[in-house]
């Protein structure tokens, strides 16, 4: 049967504005689209295990990331940006791994050997997730790295005292399960050649992050006593200690590497910690937490001024630096081009670390073409190169923290896995949910919605934690997360689905039905015929959707075609009744008279 | 006031209460002595089959009768009516009867009969007028006036919730009408009711609420706790046409009185 133009439009307009199955901000906001709702949920109620299964559907590092994701999910949760109070995401990702978190649990299951082999450059989390999808889709896998440990950057740069090493280890373990082999202690492009590994390989998968500390061309940079954050991080990382270094330290920058500088150089004996930055306190780039513990810390930040000169002795060694007032660190056009005035002052320090950008490192000879940061020039859709085996994932292409490394891994393997099966890079992949997205939902705050503070978490006193690599954040109690879950307002649009009754016999939401109905065209008259034509629905719909009419204009259409008649059988009395309601026998006119 | 006014019960209200529509349109008659009335349907249940054609001539017909008697402004007291005939006429102008008591008044003899109840009544507000704020006001005004105590519920006013009878889901999907109707009637702390669409009283009776029509607040004894409420008539098809028949009688009568 034939449905009028005006019923299609009607349907078509309410299937793609309908917000029913939108996602929540903190789930579109994740690279990996994990279940946040879901799992905080889960948590919320005590069950703890359902929660890490849900955590564990997306992520192979619940711990990990809980203890040190820089959480998009937080920053777009509706409790901040209504009242600036995060759910503790990631606070609460960590306790549900804690408490449930099993080997037994972990999907070991791979895919039906496909006999071809891809290497991986690089253990860190875009490397790793490449090569836990690859498994799974049958393919070997070989992962090369230069260190003799795995997790990349959340190995050598994220300190110990944000992510103690054994929850790497015990995290990473889930990849020999899968019978990813690994080839550690090996540099490609020192111990092996790219070229050699194309060959060796069907495919590769370049995931060698960013690890080149880098430092501006200011005078005096060559002193002995300058040092990058790479390099810092990295050693402190592997020895707990950095011979070379003084004992009044000053860190450059402002981000969250600076503060890892400043808070590590406590715990290998600094006397003095400085924080030197461009921007003003109010507008680091650092996380508002990082700034806070490194304040707790006593580090001493010296914001809004730029490097003029290191200062040295005639041995060539720091003695301190002279530093220019900042006048503006972006230009109208908000590019990064810092201005200053004469204004000038010295400090006195034996040390300095820039925390300024980590570039990329060429792993391919000049084969693979780079641009800015040395990052990789690829597809961003597909991550692929200029050479059609390989593809490139994590910070080497662009990202910048672990979860974007890990969604950029899974994309670079989704390509991989299609070259390798020789199918389309593109075709019928919406790349939309390969990474962060923003959602449409729109919808007004839950009625009798309140601000809730988030709650606090346990740190150890800054005063005992500074001094060593022990974990400064112990983490949620049982009741701390149950709380804290208990905040969430679960996002959703649905509010059509409270107010009507009919709609949840037939669907999840609006956009079920009027899909399923242009899909098929044709729909069950018992579903138009089921609507009271209340408007309730059109009342709470923030897009004001008239569903009702919708279903109404359907009913005019079943009549045209069945006769001038309704095709429900229990319509035949009401329609003897219209008859009745019309008729002499019950009806009269009567003139009023004076 | 040049306007010639008549009345229209409906279809539901006449069914359940002649003696309602007796009274209501002899009150009417005492301020608009030359009062018209008509009584057939408004043609809603066939426009809400998707009747469209149907519809159209039915209305035509109850226009004709409207317009062969004169009336110029219609008085209602069913919020379908209101609407169909607001959507629906080019020339008749709808007047609902409860934003028309507050302008006229209410008789002498029933202003504040009811303070000394001890019942306090919730209100359902009728889906099909969500928006009509001045005829929710009225309702109001009338219980106030009476003496009555009101309790208002989250689902007031624009946020009414369907009884259940509408849309002619009924007969369609009976299972579906009898949950919508238990869900209205939660919605509600109080046992009492008042409504002023009487097929919503009969659904709120189902859904086990002590439901009263507003005329029958207005006409009726004053209502105290423990009493029960009118039956519900409007389930029994039999007592509906006859009461419908009388109601037809009534109208004629009390215009030409
Ligand atoms: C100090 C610091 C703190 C950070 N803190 C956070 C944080 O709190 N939260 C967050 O989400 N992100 C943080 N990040 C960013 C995050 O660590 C990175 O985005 C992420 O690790 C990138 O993953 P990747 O797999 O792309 O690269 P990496 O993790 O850098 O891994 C790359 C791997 O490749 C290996 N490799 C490099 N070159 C070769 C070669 N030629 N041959 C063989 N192997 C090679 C390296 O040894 C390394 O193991 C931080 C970064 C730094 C530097």
Redesign the interface.
């Known amino acids: 049967m034939e449905f009028r133009e005006k019923v299609l439009e009607q349907a078509s307009t309410i299937t793609d504005g309908c917000m029913g199955h939108e996602e929540a901000f903190c789930v579109a906001a994740c690279p990996m689209h994990t279940d946040v709702k879901k799992y905080v949920a889960q948590i919320g109620k005590g069950d703890y295990e359902a929660a890490l299964k849900t955590i564990r559907e997306k992520l192979f590092l619940p711990n990990t990331l809980g203890r040190i994701c820089a959480h998009p999910c937080e920053v777009d949760c509706r409790r901040n940006t209504e009242f600036g109070q995060a759910i503790s995401v990631a606070g609460l990702k960590r306790f549900a791994a804690e408490k449930a978190d099993r080997k037994e649990l972990w999907d070991d299951a791979v895919g039906t050997p496909t006999g071809k082999k891809v290497a991986i450059i690089g253990a860190g989390p875009a490397g790793a997730q490449a090569a836990i999808d690859l498994r799974k889709a049958g393919h070997e896998v070989v992962i090369y790295d230069k260190l003799t440990v795995v997790g990349g950057m959340m190995r050598v740069g994220i300190p110990e005292y944000r992510l103690p090493r054994e929850v790497i280890d015990f995290e990473y373990s889930y990849l020999e399960d899968l019978g990813v082999n690994f080839q550690m202690g090996v540099e490609i492009g020192k111990d092996m050649t790219f070229e050699q590994l194309r060959e060796d390989y069907d495919s590769v998968i370049v995931a060698n992050g960013a690890h080149v500390g880098s430092i501006p061309p200011v005078p005096g940079k060559d002193a002995n006593g300058v040092f990058n954050a790479v390099d810092y991080l990295k050693e402190i990382s592997l020895t707990h200690k950095f011979p070379k270094v003084g004992k009044r330290i000053a860190v450059i920058g402002g981000g969250d590497v600076a503060m890892d500088c400043a808070r590590s150089s406590w715990r290998i004996g600094a006397d003095e910690v400085f924080l030197i930055s461009l921007e003003e306190l109010e507008s680091l780039p650092a996380s508002q937490a990082e700034i806070d513990e490194s304040q707790e810390e006593d580090v001493q930040f010296i914001n809004g001024w730029g490097t003029d000169e290191i200062l040295k002795d005639d041995g060539g060694k720091v003695t301190g630096m002279r530093l220019k007032k900042v006048i503006s660190v972006f230009d109208e056009n908000g590019r990064f081009a810092p201005t200053f005035s004469n204004e000038m002052k010295e400090i006195e320090v034996d040390s300095i670390v820039f925390a300024t950008g980590q570039q990329v490192q060429d792993v391919s000879n000049g084969l693979l073409e780079q641009k800015g940061g040395g990052r990789y020039v690829t597809d961003s859709e597909t991550l692929a190169t200029n050479l059609p085996d390989v593809f490139v994932a994590g910070d080497a292409s662009g990202g910048a923290i672990v979860v974007q490394a890990m969604a950029l891994g899974r994309k670079a393997a989704a390509s991989a896995d299609r070259f390798l099966k020789e199918i389309d890079l593109t075709e019928g992949r919406q790349f939309k949910f390969e990474y962060s997205f923003e959602t449409r939902l729109d919808v007004p705050l839950p009625k009798g919605t309140e601000n809730l503070p988030r709650t606090s978490g346990n740190h150890r006193p800054a005063k005992e934690r500074k001094w060593d690599f022990k974990p400064y954040d112990l983490g949620y109690t049982d009741e701390q997360a149950k709380k804290e879950a208990s905040r969430c307002i679960q996002c959703e649009c649905k509010l059509c689905m409270t107010?009507c009754?009919?709609l949840n016999?037939f669907g999840e939401c609006p956009q079920d039905i009027f899909s399923e109905f242009l899909e098929k065209g044709e729909i069950d008259p018992?579903i138009p015929?089921?609507?009271?034509?209340?408007?309730?629905c059109t009342?709470v719909c923030p897009n004001d959707y008239g569903i009702?009419e919708t279903f109404?204009g359907?009913?005019?259409?079943?009549?045209l075609h069945n006769d001038?008649k309704?095709p429900?059988e229990?319509?035949k009395?009401?329609?003897i009744?219209?008859k009745?309601?019309?008729s002499k026998?019950?009806?009269?006119?009567?003139?009023?008279?004076? | 006031m040049t306007q010639n006014m008549g009345f229209m019960p409906g279809c539901s209200l006449p069914s359940y209460t002649p003696e309602g529509v007796k009274q209501t349109m002899e009150y009417l008659k005492q301020v608009y002595p030359d009062l018209g009335g008509v009584q057939k349907c408004c043609g809603k249940g066939t426009k809400a089959l998707g009747q469209e054609e149907k519809f159209k001539e039915r209305f035509a017909g109850l226009q004709k009768d409207i317009d062969d008697v004169g009336i110029e402004t219609m008085i209602v007291a069913c919020q379908n009516c209101y609407k169909t005939i607001k959507e629906t006429s080019d020339h008749t102008a709808v007047e609902s009867l409860w934003t028309l008591l507050p302008k006229i008044g209410l008789p002498e003899e029933v202003r504040g009969k009811a303070a000394d109840s001890d019942v306090v009544f919730a209100i359902h507000d009728s889906c099909s007028t969500r928006y009509e704020k001045e005829i929710q006001d009225g309702i109001r005004w009338i219980l106030s006036e009476l003496g009555y105590k009101v309790e208002e519920s989250e689902f007031s006013r624009e946020n009414a919730r369907c009884c259940g009878f509408g849309g002619m889901i009924v007969p369609a999907n009976p299972d579906l009408a009898m949950r919508v109707m238990n869900r209205r009637g939660n919605d509600f702390d109080s046992d009492y009711v008042v409504v002023y669409c009487a097929a919503c009283r009969s659904s709120l009776m189902k859904a086990g609420k002590k439901s009263f029509h507003i005329l029958d607040l207005l006409w009726g004894p004053v209502v105290y706790l423990d009493e029960s409420a009118p039956e519900d008539v409007l389930s029994s098809p039999a007592k509906s046409w006859i009461n419908r028949y009388k109601s037809k009688q009534i109208v004629k009568k009390v215009v030409k009185a």
Request: glycine share 16%; with cysteine.
């Open positions: 107010e009754i009919m016999d018992v015929y089921s609507c009271n034509m209340c408007g309730g009342h009702g109404m359907m009913r005019k259409d079943f009549i001038g309704s429900m229990g319509h009395a009401i329609e009744h219209q009745l309601g019309f026998v019950f009806c009269t006119k009567v003139k009023g008279v004076k």
